[in-house]
């Protein structure tokens, strides 16, 4: 595995059953070539912020589960999670166990788990906002 790396071309040769692949690290571009091909690079790469009027007027810190920015205290913080998606069912028990106060506000039931009973996917005593109704509207990349 090579982190800080785009996969840039992957074109399956029929002739010799591997695929073909353009990796671009930083200036150089490598030309390599692998029997089996995962793409793991999902939606996350490509993310943008909700669109919530007054989000970029919020004084405190603000972060998204996509670009996560390591070093950042969260204890004694005062926290709301905004989503209970898969990075928020891994997210929210862990701030939960250094914020003064964490709120998980959820717009919709967990796509990632959707047979899951609310009080599974939080952590205990973390007041949880159910407003379905909640306009959260991601690009149309999303």
Same mark, same amino acid.
């Given at each position: ?15 010799? +059953? ?7 690290? +930083? ?26 009027? +007054?989000?970029?007027?919020?004084? +405190? ?82």
């Amino acid at each position: 595995m090579q982190y800080n790396s785009r996969v840039t071309k992957a074109i399956w040769d029929e002739d010799s +059953g591997t695929w073909k692949v353009k990796i671009q690290q +930083g200036d150089k571009t490598i030309e390599d070539t692998c029997d089996v091909l995962i793409n793991g690079s999902g939606v996350l790469n490509a993310w943008s912020w909700p669109n919530i009027p +007054g989000l970029h007027d919020f004084k +405190g810190h603000l972060c998204h589960s996509a670009d996560w920015r390591a070093g950042y205290d969260f204890a004694g913080k005062r926290v709301a999670v905004i989503g209970n998606g898969s990075s928020a069912i891994q997210i929210v028990p862990e701030l939960a166990k250094v914020a003064s106060k964490l709120h998980n506000i959820v717009p919709a039931a967990a796509s990632a788990c959707p047979d899951c009973p609310l009080e599974q996917l939080v952590a205990p005593d973390v007041p949880v906002i159910l407003h379905f109704g909640l306009d959260i509207k991601c690009s149309d990349h999303h």
